[in-house]
């Protein structure tokens, strides 16, 4: 019998890079291969349409396995991440600890306080804790700086008594005078930040394995900073603590040791993959430039970067708030992905509420669902070796490393937050960014772009809505936000600007519906039925945004008996939607039939002939090129002033 066997890569020759590249430039039928498919990221580099093995020569990021130094495949050999619940303790133990024993039976294995520093005592940590079996779940307490070491003191007491192991307990304190710096103006030396830093890791000697000083880069990934930015300010920001603790005698293993990074994982899929495999590989070789004859071999396994990673609140909205969920889950998968080591999910509903029993668990849900239903807990590093994935990280560390070393330059993270010069760069790529959003260039689904027509949404916004998370920034705990810690009031520092990509679009939005008449959009479609359709779409999706009832509808046989119809359904605004070509002569019959009225015309398009239709005194054009946020305000301005 003949030996049938197709031999697949013996019947086909392989095909070289530039062969793929020619026939893809064929098809594009002289459009410009870099400006039509070569993607410029916002992090500062090119990320090319397709990647291939040969792109794989010379990454180092293809040479270690998981667990082993510079840890760019992960710091363990496996993937069993943390699942993190914060919880505010800042007033009543015995409720939070309700809260923690609650938690902790539905799949938590990591619980986060956040604490009152007036509030705290032996009996308070006593009363919080009760109950819950350090061994089994990591433990994690946000405070005022200033008494960071106290809480530190009282937590070995507490263990002690309880007889626990020390070394083996795990957990966080999140010292971070810097984060205090930015959030708050704080100003302080660098002798009070190290003094501070100091205290709390000597006072947690006797908890190794809590990581007490904290990098919370997470507050400016919520401040709109790219994947990048992020990464170089929070190691510029470790290494500042490192410096400060090595100076103090501390030993270099030690300081490595007590840092935990708590980052934000923004919306970008593979960007955030890329970030935290970068951010690994760069970190150890930051913590290995600290190396010294006595401690090379405990230095070297310090260098695991510990990362507690938290879903971005920056593209969160309020408005079709379920998307959020859509939005965290990507967001978890790429942390899980990645390998950190522990995951916070934002509820859905932050952004307008304090976070549900319901919307809590659900936050809880979508990362066990990662776990018992996806596996992802199974593989290690699954983005080894893709080709994409391995340049993207080599792109982001190159790129990274570049920003990380100008801040160096420049003085250091704490110098530069001291001169408000990150306060200022954070600014200026914030404005940017809504910039970015107001012209759709980045697409918010539900606010920018495809909204929900009916909702209203005025009504559930609640007063103290996000007042909680895991860098504590209770709203109501007024003492806390004024604790002095060496800060003074004239030498105030600029702040870190805070804020969402939706939050001007939801403004416009609730301007509309807090008005004493919902605006009507009118679709006036007529003449070419392709064109109409496509723009009256177009329009509806468009003046939605601003919360605008729109009316579609099939076509009109001449403009007269198009504005008949719009006054008869009361029409504020008249979109004329038709073709190019046909705006010429409709587009001057519709404004005489309408000039001197009260209706607001809008032609939907940039027609060639725009210029002589602008000569007649029409001014309003909607289009893919506008700024629709600033367009959507000129029409609130007219339209609601009455």
Known sequence: MADNKVNMLADFAPVSTQVWKDKIIADLKGADFD????WRTPEGFSVQPFYRREDLKGLKTTVSAPGQFPYVRGTRTNNEWAIRQNICACKNARKANAKALEVLNKGITSLGFCLDKDKLTYNF????LNGVYAPAVAINFSICACAAPKLANILVRYYGRMGYDTKGLIGSINVDPIKNMLLKG????REQVSQKIAETVKAAKSLPGYRVVGVNSVILNNSGAYAAQELAYALAWGAEYMTMMTEAGIPNYRAANAIRFNMGIGGNYFMEIAKFRAGRLLWAKIVEAYKDPIFTTALRNAAKMNV????????????DA????????????????AGVDEITVTPFDITYERPTDFSERIARNQQLLLKEEAHFDKVVDPAAGSYYLENLTASIAAEAWKQFLDIQERGGMYQLVAEGKVQEHMAANLKARLADVAKRK???LGSNQFPNFTEKAGKKIKADAGACSSICTCKTDKKQAACGCGSSCENALPTLPVARAAEEFEQLRLETEGAKKQPVAFMLTIGNLAMRIARAQFSCNFLACAGYKVIDNNGFATIAEGIKAARKAKADIIVLCSSDDEYATLAPKAWKKLQGKKELFIVAGAPACMEDLQKLGIQNFIHVRCNVLETLKAFNAQLLKK
């Open 35 to 38: 400006k039509k498919l070569v």
């Open 125 to 128: 940590i006593k009363t919080l």
């Open 186 to 189: 704080k100003a302080l030396t």
């Open 308 to 319: 507690s990673a938290e879903t971005s609140r920056f593209n969160m909205t309020i408005f």
């Open 322 to 337: 379920y998307v959020n969920l859509l939005r965290t889950q990507t967001e978890t998968m790429s942390a899980a992905l």
């Open 442 to 444: 980045e697409v918010l």
